[in-house]
C-alpha cells in the first residue's frame, strides 16, 4: 500500500529545517531507522555529503539515520532495499534528469507502489505527480522526459504563491502560469501552500495542514480545498 508524505516546503519561515513536520515524519518513519536520501535536486552550493549531512542533522530529532543514494555504487539495489525514502528539494530538473541518468525513476515508482514509505519536499513533490509541467524551477538541464512517478494522479505546484494586491507588479502570476498549463493539458494541478501537505495511503489522498489548496481543473473556476479534504475523486479528473 502506498505511504507518502508529500509536502509543499522542507522549512517554514523562522524555522528550522523539516522542523513543522518532524511529529507527522515519527508517526510516518515509526518502523523505520535508517531514511535514504535521494539529494540529487541539490540546493545550489551544496554537495550531495552536505545535503545529506543536513537531513541527517533534522532526523536524529526523532532517532532516524539517514544514508544519501548517491554513496551507493548499485543505486537501484539500494531503493529496493531502502526502508524508507526521502527526496529533497532543490531543482525539479536536475533530480529529474538524474533518476533518469541512473535508470531511477521506474524502480522508485515500483518501491514506492509497494508500500516503501516516502517523503517528498518541493521537488521531491514535484514528482510524485504525473510531470513536473507545472513546476516553478527553471530547466537549466534537459531531462529525457518531463514525464516522473504518477503516483498521484495530478500536478503538484509546490510552493503556491496567491497574487499580492499590495505589490506593484503586472506580471504572470502564479495561476496565470498554471491556467496556461491547462489549455493544453487535462491534468489537474493542486496548487500547495507553504505548510500543507498530502497523507497518502493506498489511494487515499488528504490535504493537511492548516491552509487551503487550490485546485485547478480544465475550463473550471478554481477551487479551495479544506483541509482533511480527500482527493481520491482526482482519479477520474
Known amino acids: 500500500m502506498k505511504n507518502?508524505?508529500?509536502a509543499s516546503t522542507s522549512t517554514l519561515f523562522g524555522e528550522e529545517y523539516l522542523e513543522y513536520l518532524l511529529p507527522e515524519l515519527a508517526h510516518h518513519f515509526a518502523n523505520v531507522s535508517?531514511?535514504?536520501f535521494i539529494p540529487f535536486a541539490r540546493p545550489s552550493g551544496i554537495s550531495h555529503n552536505e545535503y545529506t549531512q543536513k537531513v541527517a542533522h533534522a532526523l536524529k530529532k526523532i532517532n532516524k539515520k539517514v544514508i544519501g543514494l548517491h554513496e551507493f555504487e548499485d543505486k537501484q539495489k539500494a531503493l529496493y532495499e531502502a526502508e524508507a525514502i526521502?527526496?529533497?528539494g532543490g531543482n525539479?530538473?536536475?533530480?529529474?534528469?538524474?533518476?533518469?541518468?541512473?535508470?531511477?525513476?521506474?524502480?522508485?515508482?515500483?518501491?514506492?507502489?509497494?508500500?516503501?514509505?516516502?517523503?517528498?519536499?518541493?521537488?521531491?513533490?514535484?514528482?510524485?505527480?504525473v510531470s513536473i509541467k507545472t513546476t516553478n524551477d527553471m530547466p537549466i538541464v534537459y531531462p529525457p522526459s518531463f514525464e516522473t512517478l504518477g503516483v498521484v494522479p495530478?500536478?503538484?505546484?509546490?510552493?503556491?504563491?496567491?497574487?499580492?494586491?499590495?505589490?506593484?507588479?503586472?506580471g504572470e502570476t502564479r495561476e496565470t502560469r498554471i491556467?496556461?498549463?491547462?489549455?493544453?493539458?487535462k491534468q489537474p494541478v493542486l496548487g500547495l501552500r507553504e505548510g500543507s501537505w498530502l497523507d497518502v495511503k493506498g489511494n487515499h489522498i488528504v490535504l493537511k495542514g492548516n491552509l487551503t489548496a487550490r485546485l485547478f481543473l480544465q475550463n473550471k473556476e478554481p477551487q479551495e480545498l479544506e483541509p482533511f479534504t480527500?482527493?481520491?475523486f482526482l482519479a477520474s479528473c
Open 92 to 129: 525539479t530538473f536536475v533530480l529529474v534528469n538524474d533518476l533518469y541518468s541512473y535508470n531511477l525513476m521506474d524502480t522508485l515508482k515500483e518501491v514506492i507502489e509497494n508500500g516503501t514509505p516516502y517523503l517528498g519536499c518541493s521537488a521531491g513533490s514535484n514528482i510524485t505527480g
Open 86 to 88: 526521502f527526496v529533497g
Open 154 to 170: 495530478f500536478n503538484i505546484n509546490p510552493h503556491y504563491l496567491d497574487p499580492n494586491p499590495d505589490l506593484k507588479h503586472n
Open 34 to 36: 535508517v531514511v535514504t
Open 179 to 185: 491556467q496556461e498549463f491547462l489549455v493544453y493539458n
Open 4 to 6: 507518502l508524505i508529500i
Open 230 to 232: 480527500e482527493l481520491n
